[in-house]
């Protein structure tokens, strides 16, 4: 595990750019694994800013994204479609046709979520994995269990998670009650995990991930196993794991 600890939200995402501008660059036909949230926007933003400045091609790229809430179509403005095509895809030169989330509208979890494992594989696996941190240590939406999810799966939110989500939706009642989610072997299968967290909120839950024991009521813990795994954060979510 590498960790870059950064000094705000704004140099921990020009870093976690710089990681994956390496990416691109050094393979331009990569095969990205993209995230939503509020942390990784700015990571987005210096991505659109360096292709705009010419620094970046993501014609030959691939994505495939981490989650979707059951029930919503890509046109819903709180789906992760939507998200993603607002805050990158719109404003890149990447093909449409070559960025993959999972079906939120295909009411059959099955068959989602076969369809999903059998994206990644005919895309030949993750060169890099980008992963936000959730309050109680899910990625994706990876929750707290008693065993690690392998493949794509249909999940229950959590209550917390409902909570963290419904300031995104007119009331809570309309906040998805399920989500399609790539499983923790999928995320582990990546060739490099990037993670970005930021906030002084996030540090009891990131020491708890990063120096604590692997076990999937922590879902993240287990990136402590990966092989090339990269945390950047900034001072206030690493306080407590570098101290």
């Known amino acids: 595990m590498r960790i870059f600890c950064c000094e ?10 710089n990681v994956i501008s390496a990416q691109i660059i050094n393979k331009p036909n990569s095969v990205l694994g993209l995230a939503t949230g509020s942390t990784p926007i700015g990571t987005y933003e210096n991505l ?7 620094d970046l091609d993501f014609s030959d790229i691939t994505t495939v994204n981490l989650d979707e809430y059951k029930g919503l179509s890509g046109e819903h403005d709180q789906s992760y479609r939507y ?41 030949g696996g993750i060169d890099l994995q980008l992963l936000g941190l959730g309050h109680n240590g899910h990625i994706g939406f990876n929750e707290p269990s008693d065993c690690f999810d392998k493949l794509t799966h249909c999940v229950d939110l959590t209550e917390s998670t409902i909570e963290a989500n419904k300031r995104f939706f007119e009331k809570v009642e309309d906040v998805p009650r399920q989500a399609y989610t790539m499983g ?26 990063f120096a604590g024991p692997i076990t999937p009521e922590v879902p993240a813990s287990a990136l ?6 990269i945390l950047v954060g900034d001072k206030a979510a690493l306080s407590k794991l570098l101290q």
Request: charged content about 25%; proline content about 2%; hydrophobic content about 40%.
């Open 224 to 229: 402590q196993l990966h092989q090339d795994f």
């Open 184 to 209: 923790i072997q999928t995320i582990m299968s990546a060739k490099k995990v990037l993670m970005v967290v930021s906030g002084e909120d996030k540090a009891d839950i990131v020491a708890k991930a």
């Open 83 to 123: 998200f993603m095509n607002y805050h990158l895809f719109s404003k890149v030169n990447i093909d449409l046709s070559r960025t993959n989330v999972p079906d939120g509208t295909e009411p059959d979890s099955d068959k989602a979520c076969a369809d999903y494992n059998a994206i990644i594989d005919s895309v």
């Open 48 to 54: 659109v800013a360096r292709y705009e400045q010419g």
């Open 8 to 17: 705000d939200y704004a140099d921990m995402s020009r870093k976690a750019a």
